[in-house]
T-cell receptor
């Protein structure tokens, strides 16, 4: 069945470090791919999305490219800030089904 | 901006109690969802609804029921709360978008069952 696998956390980085959170998916159709972010004490909110192969989603310095050949949607940011500390969820949507990864906790230290 | 609100941020109940979690969205979205979030398990879908009075089981519906009498409101009911239902419950809504839907989440209800 369809699924999403993302890298285990937690991840701890120093401010201004480069961030990569890996996400791969399995889908029979042509899914849309999403990254959601959950700040402490809050619900999830959309960070970025891509709806077809080779699309790049970007927002707040984060970006991810929909790679159909490697079934991946890795999240990257060139220089993280303390305010980026949160839990990040990769997700896919296909047909009327949504699938979420288990979440990756990121802590950025000054 | 879409706003999804949940009736309580924190709730403490006793085993066997009937528990109601309410969710309201203000953007006329057809679709509404209930998830539970547990460490290491991510989000798991409990129930969803594509229209008023319609409901579909998600991945873990056992021990839960839902009600959608009005478009803006989607209620999750724990018929007889048990300790293994201690969790964070997240409500979400979306507008049908042919596989490209963004889900909008409420802040969550953290439920403790004693």
């Amino acid at each position: 069945g369809d699924s999403v696998t993302q890298m285990e956390g937690p991840v701890t980085l120093s401010e201004e470090a480069f961030l990569t959170i890996n996400c791969t998916y399995t889908a029979t159709g042509y899914p849309s791919l999403f990254w959601y972010v959950q700040y402490p004490g809050e619900g999830l909110q959309l960070l970025l999305k891509a709806t077809k192969a080779d699309d790049k989603g970007s927002n707040k310095g984060f970006e991810a490219t929909y790679r159909k050949e490697t079934t991946s949607f890795h999240l990257e940011k060139g220089s993280v800030q303390v305010s980026d500390s949160a839990v990040y969820f990769c997700a896919l949507h296909t047909g009327n089904q949504f699938y979420f990864g288990t979440g990756t906790s990121l802590t950025v230290i000054p | 901006d879409v706003k999804v609100t949940q009736s309580s941020r924190y709730l403490v109940k006793r085993t066997g109690e009937k528990v109601f979690l309410e969710c309201v969205q203000d953007m006329d979205h057809e679709n509404m969802f209930w998830y539970r979030q547990d460490p290491g398990l991510g989000l798991r879908l409990i129930y969803f609804s594509y229209d008023v009075k319609m409901k579909e089981k998600g991945d873990i519906p056992e021990g839960y029921s839902v009600s959608r009498e009005k478009k803006e409101r989607f209620s999750l009911i724990l018929e007889s709360a048990s300790t293994n239902q201690t969790s964070m419950y997240l409500c979400a809504s979306s507008f049908p978008g042919q596989g490209q839907e963004t889900q909008y989440f409420g802040p969550g209800t953290r439920l403790l069952v004693l």
